[in-house]
């Protein structure tokens, strides 16, 4: 076996069931062909018999064939297929929809739009309806009539028809006329069911979706030998037609930085439903959210403001991606193709520091300042940050740590910290320091399970036979193998102050639908246990209805719900200490507003006021302002304090908004808490045709305050049709003469999609351009064509016309390190309309590591006096960023005058000598002493050197050294003398009368 069955429970009751079951999914891989029969093979767990409405047996979900509505507003209800071939190889083709007019299309490479989202072009380049196919292709008649359980199993004859397989199927059959990735599209019967049976054994015809399909390439019109691992799609769209009939198919997924991953499902019971996988699952204002959504029906849309789904960005195969599958050399031609790396590389985080806000400095800060961690990061997706309340415990679960988890970049990340915990509240002052964890994380994949609505059978997990999951399992990299998942199914509180669900509780605003158990797992599950006794499910949940609708008592808990899961490697830990010093008097506002908005569109922020110190706080008064007038711009508010209400004042075209009702008096620790201390006080407007809006919080009138400054907070959102952003990601050094890989990315999270839009990407200075620029990765269809060599600008096709809303398009270059200097990296984007341009341009740079000893002669005086002791130092520097350690000297090499010498040399306070290592960034310190014996003139010359120096410029230095003859002491006359002696009475005198007077 080439990928490692998930454990079963065998001492359950029905275990001879769940062993059926585990043997389906861990043989999915052995199965004949792709398609349909790849997703439910011989082994998958069935006792015979019709599916619906039953407890004991897989199901089948038909793929979904109903375009017009969109789950999370992005996934189009229709999937669509891409198939590898290359030139004169033939895609083999079949469809239970074929007996009552359900055709199959196929595309010649080209743009087919958005992942998951794909448009359709005007016209296929195959039919298999057509009985005029292409040359040397096959279709008409009865061709691709795919008309039994039998058929699914055994797959198509020869393309050709000249060689069978027993039980096998005539398919239709399209000769590529190209190298390429082509476009797949199953349409539906023209009659037909519309309910469906989901009925492994009788695969039925369906106006809405198609049962059995089979998409099978070869070599040859000829072949019965099957290449596999050239199918796949970006989202995969299923329907079962009701609920009770549960599902066991795998599904394979491979990242974008090249992780490996499979998705055995394990009961899941839903009707109509989406699964994909990216980068970060649901956003909130563009960072990830890292729980679940919840919608108003069937496609879980309209969401909290602020939240949004990230677009599918990873390929689904369905068959393995196991490196070690017998067809794992096709696998890779696909991932070739897609410019997805081979070989995945392992996340690092190599420091990490932290800095306080003002007035605190270096390591330290203020309770609820917070300020900024700096981490180093190659090869990773995303980070974390865990501040320890206690310093024992740093699971990212405990609301008493602070957990800081985002995108990362390339080379060096400054990360803001609020100085709240997860429950949002201050971490206190302590007299000892708080411990901090950090890691990177690669190959990370998110899971969403959209409109999915049962997870298992059972009233209880006492009483459930299956149930929980998927398994998840990794299949490459440093951690294959391990099952680890991560989940948190809790409610929370939006970046702009909306609470979904209780905080840190049910997701659901009271306890039905019954929620899932247990309801978190951020420090990882073991997803293999979805078999056997209730202590070895995982995430379960009762069954319930499919009620489309938010949060219904009767709906199963995924119900109108998108729920994530996700999985990584880790880097191993940096870890770190932090001390937070009390204050006396602080009281500070703090205020949350989106970066960008769309006219007419509701923009919500929230704002929080706190006394940071431990003395009480009184006569406070509270406000909030907008630079537009109060009739201009309407400001609504949630969750004020009881009893509180907001007046609009105007001033000098401004609405100030004066708030009555809050709390004069704070006292030390203390916030002024909503209505609903759990949620935040937010307001929100609708959005104005143009501009921006620039609010400011304020709290004053305590008597004294050590921090004046945070009495307010600004924040402004600019009006913008559509938002586009863009980063540049670079290692921080790199070697001279090796490869460097550096990544750019564009996004549209605005909701609106960007067409036409411009990326531009440089990599390096005008007219100091590197070497050997190359398309490491990117989409689809994207390529190459040139680099100018003069202004480093690279210039790419087949680009998406148009950017969709929720897009993440990246891509990595690689060029050769020059020997010296710097290689920065710049990106930018524009599309019309755009005005929000504080993030439409990036630039990341990586410095060239190299020895450069520099020398110094600036420590030795100018000047010495002859038979006088004279002392003074030099000074050889490290200035390159790598350690010297061969060839080092430090010495001067001449023109010191006779007396004086090199009396050695120190590094960190220990003793150097030649030959010794200068670490990157160290300096070794030479001292001279001695009595000059001679005078006159003198030009010291001095050198440095080690062994492969980069910079010679700064390996000499020269300074003179004038040597003065000793002055004798001069003698007076007698009457000189007594002039002198007189002087010098009377200033004495004088000082003695102007004491007086004072």
Not at 241 to 247: I, L
Not at 535 to 562: I, S, V
Request: hydrophobic share 40%; proline share 8%; aromatic share 8%.
């Amino acid at each position: 076996m080439f990928n490692r069955l998930p454990r079963c429970d065998r001492r359950n009751s029905l275990r001879a069931m769940a062993l059926g079951m585990c043997v389906g999914l861990g043989m999915v891989s052995l199965a004949w062909a792709e398609g349909s029969r790849t997703l439910y093979p011989s082994t998958y767990p069935t006792s015979g018999g019709t599916c619906a409405n039953t407890f004991n047996r897989g199901c089948r979900a038909n793929l979904d064939l109903q375009p017009g509505n969109r789950y999370v507003g992005k996934i189009h209800r229709r999937t669509f297929l891409y198939v590898y071939a290359e030139a004169g190889e033939y895609v083999l083709l079949g469809s239970s929809n074929r007996t009552t007019g359900g055709d199959i299309l196929v595309y010649n490479p080209q743009d087919f739009g958005t992942p998951g989202d794909e448009t359709l072009p005007a016209s296929a380049d195959f039919s298999c309806a057509s009985s005029t196919p292409p040359a040397g292709s096959f279709g008409g008649g009865t061709l691709g009539q795919l008309s039994s359980r039998a058929q699914e199993l055994a797959g198509p004859h020869s393309a050709d028809g000249s060689a069978t397989v027993t039980g096998g199927f005539a398919p239709c059959a399209y000769r590529a006329p190209a190298t390429g990735i082509y476009g797949v599209q199953f349409m539906p019967a023209t009659s037909g069911n519309t309910n469906l049976n989901a009925d492994i054994f009788n695969p039925l015809p369906s106006t809405s979706t198609v049962a059995a399909w089979d998409v099978t390439v070869r070599a040859t019109a000829s072949s019965l030998s099957d290449l596999h691992g050239r199918l796949f799609t970006y989202a995969w769209l299923g329907f079962t037609g009701v609920n009770n009939r549960p599902v066991y198919s795998r599904h394979d997924y491979v990242t974008l930085d090249g992780y490996r991953y499979s998705q055995a499902l394990a009961g899941l019971d839903p009707n109509g439903f989406a699964l994909y996988a990216n980068r970060l699952g649901f956003l909130d204002n563009g960072q990830p959210l890292y729980k679940g959504v919840r919608g108003s029906d069937s496609f879980v849309t309209n969401l909290a403001p602020g939240l949004s789904a990230q677009r599918p960005e990873f390929p689904i195969f369905f068959s393995s991606v196991a490196p070690s599958a017998p067809h794992a050399a096709e696998v890779d031609k696909v991932l070739s193709a897609l410019r997805i790396p081979l070989t995945p590389q392992s996340p690092s985080l190599s420091a990490t520091t932290f800095t306080g806000r003002p007035p605190s400095g270096v390591l330290r800060t203020v309770p609820g300042a917070g300020g900024t961690f700096r981490l180093s990061i190659a090869g990773a997706s995303t980070f974390q940050i865990v501040v320890s309340r206690d310093g024992v415990d740093f699971s990212p679960a405990n609301t008493a740590n602070a957990v800081i988890t985002d995108i990362a970049a390339t080379g060096t990340q400054d990360v803001p910290w609020d100085g709240n915990d997860a429950a949002g509240n201050p971490f206190p002052a302590s007299a000892t320091p708080y411990a901090y964890r950090a890691f990177a994380r690669g190959g990370e994949i998110h899971l969403p399970m959209i409109d999915t609505e049962n997870n298992g059978d059972g009233t209880s997990t006492a009483t459930a036979t299956f149930g929980g999951g998927p398994t998840i399992t990794k299949l490459n990299g440093p951690q294959a193998g391990n099952n680890t998942v991560y989940f948190d199914d809790r409610g929370y509180v939006t970046r702009s102050g909306t609470l979904v669900g209780q905080l840190n509780g049910t997701l659901c605003p009271s306890s039905p639908p019954p929620a899932s158990n247990p309801a978190q797992a951020l420090g990882g599950a073991d997803s293999t246990l979805v078999h056997g006794a209730s202590p070895q499910l995982y995430r379960w949940w009762p069954p319930g209805a499919n009620a489309n609708a938010d949060c219904a008592a009767t709906g199963g808990w995924g119900d109108a719900k998108g729920l994530d899961l996700w999985t990584y490697v880790t880097s191993p830990a940096a870890n770190g200490q932090l001390w937070i010093d009390p204050l006396l008097r602080d009281t500070a506002a703090s205020l949350f507003v989106p970066a960008a908005a769309r006219p007419g569109t509701l923009v919500q922020g929230r704002l929080a006021f706190v006394n940071r110190g431990t003395d009480m706080a009184t006569g406070l008064q509270y406000s909030l302002t907008l630079d537009r007038s109060c009739a201009d711009t309407v400001v609504s508010f949630a969750n004020l304090p009881t009893g509180a209400s907001a007046a609009c004042v105007d001033t000098l075209g401004q609405g100030r908004y004066v708030f009555s009702g809050f709390p004069a008096t704070l006292a030390g620790g203390a916030s002024v808490l909503g209505a609903d201390p759990a949620a935040p006080m937010a307001f929100s407007y609708t959005a104005p045709a143009g501009g921006s809006v620039t609010a400011i919080a304020l709290v004053a009138g305590a008597s004294s305050d050590d921090v004046p400054a945070n009495n307010s907070a600004t924040g402004t959102t600019v009006i913008s049709p559509v938002d586009l952003e863009t980063t540049a990601s670079a290692p921080l050094t790199a070697l001279a003469g090796e490869s460097v890989t550096v990544l750019a990315s564009f996004s549209n999270m605005s909701g609106t999609p960007a067409s036409p839009w411009t990326p531009t990407i440089a990599i390096g200075a005008a007219l100091n351009c590197p070497f050997g620029v190359q398309l490491a990765s990117a989409p689809p269809g994207v390529t190459m064509v040139g680099f100018d060599t003069a202004t480093c600008a690279v210039s790419l096709s087949g680009l998406p016309p148009t950017l969709a809303d929720g897009q993440i398009l990246s891509l990595s270059f690689s060029y050769q390190a020059p020997a010296l200097g710097q290689v920065p990296v710049t990106t930018t984007v524009a599309t019309p309309g755009d005005v929000h341009t504080g993030n439409n341009s990036a630039t990341a740079t990586t410095t060239i590591a190299v020895v450069n000893m520099a020398i110094s002669l600036s420590g030795m005086p100018l000047q010495a006096i002859s038979g006088q002791p004279y002392s003074g130092t030099f000074s050889c520097t490290n200035a390159g960023l790598l350690d010297a350690v061969g060839g080092t000297r430090c010495a001067i090499d001449s023109g010191l005058p006779p007396g004086l010498s090199q009396t050695g040399c120190l590094l960190n306070g220990a003793a150097w000598v030649a030959g010794d290592t200068v670490p990157a960034g160290a300096a070794v310190i030479c001292s001279v002493s001695g009595t000059p014996v001679t005078v006159g003139p003198m030009v010291m010359v001095a050198s440095t050197a080690a062994a492969g120096d980069a910079i010679l410029s700064d390996n000499t230095a020269t300074q003179g050294l004038a040597v003065l003859p000793a002055q004798s002491i001069p003698t007076l006359s007698k009457s000189a003398a007594l002039a002198l002696a007189a002087l010098l009475l009377l200033v004495a005198a004088r000082l003695r009368y102007r004491r007086g007077k004072i």
